[in-house]
């Protein structure tokens, strides 16, 4: 099974910035979208952005738009969530997931269409 692996979580002000990473082994299928989730406690995970590897198409949630900047560095296997001003309300366990099959439309944006999960990233963002 693909490993996926978050990194960069932590406890920042509001207003700060943070980077998310996560790392990812294809080994047995090819990965052709990688996406950021978060989900904060008693609410539905929830689609933050999504990128594809190879033109580095995104997507971004309208809640983060300005915010948080997705990109890619093929040769690592590794993406990124940069993410700035940040505000208690994105106080959540960040998810990195992989789908496997290539998009016709629009980048996937619901849980169920990505394959492959990290295990998450908590990030806290004080008051």
């Known amino acids: 099974q693909v490993q996926l692996v978050e990194s960069g979580g932590g406890l920042v002000q509001a207003g700060g910035s943070l980077r998310l990473s996560c790392a990812a082994s294809?080994?047995?299928?090819?990965?052709?979208?990688m996406g950021w989730f978060r989900q904060a406690p008693g609410k539905e995970r929830e689609f933050v952005a999504a990128?594809?590897?190879?033109?580095?198409?995104?997507y971004y949630a309208d809640s983060v738009k300005g915010r948080v900047t997705i990109s890619r560095d093929n040769a690592k296997n590794t993406v990124y969530l940069q993410m700035s001003s940040l505000k208690p309300e994105d106080t959540a366990v960040y998810y990195c997931?992989?789908?496997?099959?290539?998009?016709?439309?629009?980048?996937?944006?619901?849980?169920?269409?990505?394959?492959?999960w990290g295990q998450g990233t908590q990030v806290t963002v004080s008051s």
């Open positions: 990128i594809s590897w190879s033109a580095g198409s995104t």
């Open positions: 997931a992989s789908d496997r099959v290539m998009p016709s439309g629009p980048l996937p944006a619901t849980p169920d269409e990505y394959d492959y």
């Open positions: 294809r080994r047995t299928f090819r990965s052709y979208v």
